[in-house]
């Protein structure tokens, strides 16, 4: 009992002093808490600026009209422009290039020419032309809305006049335009629903993609804290020093890792905001497709899904870090742990785009085994599994990443335990003998 | 009678390199031992081994009785080791230093508060300690380190050159305060140094080694008698057959 009192007590205090060297280390506190908590949300700002002008410039939008015919049809015209929100700035002269010189110097987003025949064909049952000359001032997002805005609503008028016809000549729009009315519905989890499968893809896709790329970032930024505490104690020659303390190698080991898992949590935490703010302003403005209620349709994950989930999580990252300081523990100093790194980001980066293009079941047999050995594919079997609630395949990753990090763990251990932590080394340059 | 340190027919070799080959001394508890010798003599091997950091290849050695390879963990909470360019965590202050080195071996709070309090007169720091590591030159550094070493009353306390790169100044208040540490709490030291007039002042005894191997062993005063020398550098050219 004392013994693991006074145990708790070392671990308590390298976590808190870990923490504190860290978070006060300019390069990690820019890199992972500041650096996301401005950067995304300043991206997300500027996305967002950027389409409210577009709305903006949409809703104020205003063209000009050079009417030649004056009928009833280019009247019709300009009311339903109107009617739709369009500013109309009629113009004294029917002279284009006059008109073109005002448009590039206003704020006229277009200048529709409506000819002379116009409404004479229209009444006749015949083609009419309609000339859009959109105002280009340099490109960009906002511009190329307002040129589809116009254009959308011009097909709009157009499809207003194909419905009277068809009803002047007795015949049914939809039957005529439409003839076969397709529903799109999904089977979820083995039972119709009413949900149409794009949405659902979209839904699914997303998590798909978000979440991979949120793994690999957190995997990623914890293997890197690890390794730099690790070899950033040989490089500032305190290992030594602590080698000596009466701890044991597991509790320095424990202090590490632990640490690194504070400081990754804090960095995945200012990330996650920054994502939330920085998704959050592709939301603004009228949504296309109405959002899928994933728990109506059965796909909600349950609390053991989300159990699941953590509890692969929570594997994967201590293997990342298990193996971390491994590797680290070869490194005389940081910049070589990060270089002995770069070697283990490949098998992290191929099981997450592996899984978001393909479905594992569908690969070869040596492919598969290859990819279940990564212990970075469960965490993401795991998230499919929350979609699919096949929970079976998820349980069996995180037992087998479980036991893979223990041997990593063990043999970390085992080397923090020998004297070969303070003598090997992988050099990267000319070789230095050592004796003393 | 249970020495503070004691080493029997010491070997360590680095694959090819033979860095120790049979070193035998013994270090009374309450004295300062030096071991003495030029770079490369095995000096830093043999303190490594005896603060359980590296594993001896053959002979043995023991601290106040405990195996270092056997019971390394009852060794390590009767010593402290300072090694040869050691250095702190340099994002934390030297107060913050002293208080996470501190908690290792202290009982409760105000037991930590003393140690603190002890090594910070120690140091001579000051108010400098409230500053974080990374500001301090090289010699303010080494006196946080060596009162990091000594604050907690260690059994032994294993110091790899102490003064090592120190300036005049800085080498003077570090070797006054292992004198003064000692005599005043009766920790037992031993210290490595290549500067053999420092040991001569500091040490009661001293080991000279060379090669791996210790050439002559005794108070500086009766090694300088024995071989007629004015000083252990002297002392240390004859034996080594440099002179």
């Known amino acids: 009992m004392r013994r693991s009192l006074v145990l708790l007590k070392g671990l308590r205090n390298l976590v808190a002093k870990e923490v504190k060297e860290m978070v006060r280390d300019p390069r990690i506190l820019l890199g992972i808490v500041i650096g996301p908590l401005l950067i995304l949300p300043f991206m997300g700002l500027m996305i967002r600026i950027s389409q409210e002008t577009a709305m903006e410039s949409m809703r104020n939008m205003s063209v000009a009209i050079i009417d030649f015919d004056g009928g009833v049809f280019a009247q019709n015209l300009t009311d339903f422009l109107q009617n739709s929100g369009v500013r109309i700035e009629r113009q004294s002269t029917s002279n284009i290039s006059e008109v073109a010189a005002v448009a590039q110097n206003s704020n006229i987003t277009a200048v529709i020419v409506i ?24 490109g960009g997002v906002a511009e190329s809305g307002t040129f589809s805005a116009v254009n959308s609503l011009l097909r709009a008028f157009e499809q207003k006049l194909t419905d009277q016809r ?18 799109a519905m999904s089977i979820v989890r083995g039972k119709p629903t009413d949900v149409n499968p794009d949405a659902l893809f979209a ?23 690890a390794s730099t505490s690790v070899a950033s104690e040989k490089e500032e020659k305190t290992l030594e020093t602590l080698l000596s303390l009466p701890l044991s190698r597991f509790t320095i080991l424990a202090g590490k890792l632990a640490g690194s898992v504070v400081v990754a949590a804090i960095g995945a935490a200012a990330t996650i905001l920054g994502v939330v703010y920085y998704i959050g302003a592709f939301s603004f403005g009228p949504s296309v497709q109405a959002p899928v209620d994933l728990g109506q349709v059965g796909l909600a994950p349950g609390l053991i899904g989300y159990v699941i989930l953590g509890a692969s999580l929570f594997v994967s990252l201590m293997s990342a870090l298990a193996v971390a300081v491994v590797i680290s523990l070869f490194a005389e100093d940081v910049r070589g742990a990060q270089s002995l790194l770069g070697f283990v980001y490949m098998p992290i980066f191929l099981p997450m785009l592996a899984l978001i293009f393909t479905d594992i079941n569908t690969l070869p047999l040596a492919v598969r085994i290859i990819l279940l050995a990564i212990p970075f594919t469960h965490p993401m079997l795991a998230a499919r599994a929350m979609i699919t609630g096949d929970y079976f395949i998820a349980v069996l990753g995180i037992v087998y990443v479980a036991v893979f990090t223990l041997v990593i763990l063990y043999v970390a251990a085992r080397i923090f335990a020998t004297e070969k932590i303070l003598t090997m080394r992988i050099r990267f340059g000319k070789r230095r003998a050592s004796a003393e | 009678m249970v020495y503070a340190v004691e080493a029997g027919d010491l070997g360590k070799r680095f694959g090819d390199i033979i860095a120790l080959q049979g070193l035998t001394f013994r ?35 023991s601290v106040f009785g405990h195996d270092v390879v056997n019971e390394a963990s009852e060794v390590r909470r009767l010593i402290t080791y300072l090694p040869e360019e050691a250095g702190a965590y340099k994002n934390l202050s030297g107060y913050e230093y002293l208080q996470f080195m501190g908690r290792f071996s202290s009982q409760n709070g105000e037991d930590l508060a003393k140690m603190v309090e002890d090594a910070a007169s120690i140091s001579g720091l000051g108010e400098r300690l409230r500053d ?43 070797r006054g305060i ?10 037992t030291v031993l210290l490595s140094s290549h500067n053999m007039l420092e040991v001569e002042y500091l040490c009661e005894k001293v080991a000279l080694i060379n090669k791996g191997k210790i050439v002559a062993e005794g108070a500086p005063s009766e090694l300088k008698d024995k071989y007629k020398a004015s000083n252990l550098e002297d002392v240390f050219a004859e034996v080594a057959g440099l002179a």
């Not at chain 1, 229209?122 to 340099?138: D, H, K, P």
């Not at chain 1, 998590?207 to 995997?219: D, E, H, K």
């Not at chain 2, 006196?143 to 102490?162: H, I, S, T």
């Open chain 1, 203 to 225: 839904v699914s896709m997303s998590q798909f993609l978000g979440f991979p790329f949120a793994i690999l970032f957190l995997i990623i930024l914890a293997m890197q804290l």
């Open chain 2, 178 to 187: 292992i004198k003064k540490y000692v005599e005043e709490q009766g920790v």
């Open chain 2, 27 to 61: 270090v009374e508890e309450g004295k300062i031992f030096g071991l003495i010798g030029p770079n490369g003599a095995g000096k830093t091997t043999a303190l490594r081994i005896v603060s359980t950091l590296l594993l001896p290849t053959s002979g043995s050695a």
């Open chain 1, 115 to 138: 000819p002379k025949d116009f409404s004479t064909n229209l009444t006749n049952g015949g083609q009419a032309e309609v000339e859009i000359y959109s105002v280009f001032r340099g």
């Open chain 2, 132 to 174: 974080k590591v990374k500001t301090y030159s090289k010699g303010m550094k080494r006196r946080l380190l060596v009162a990091r070493a000594l604050m907690n009353k260690p059994k032994l306390a294993v110091l790899d050159e102490p003064t090592s790169g120190l300036d005049v100044l800085h080498s003077h208040h570090v």
């Open chain 1, 166 to 183: 068809l009803i002047e000549a007795s015949l049914n729009p939809d039957a005529v335009l439409d003839p076969v009315d397709i529903s």
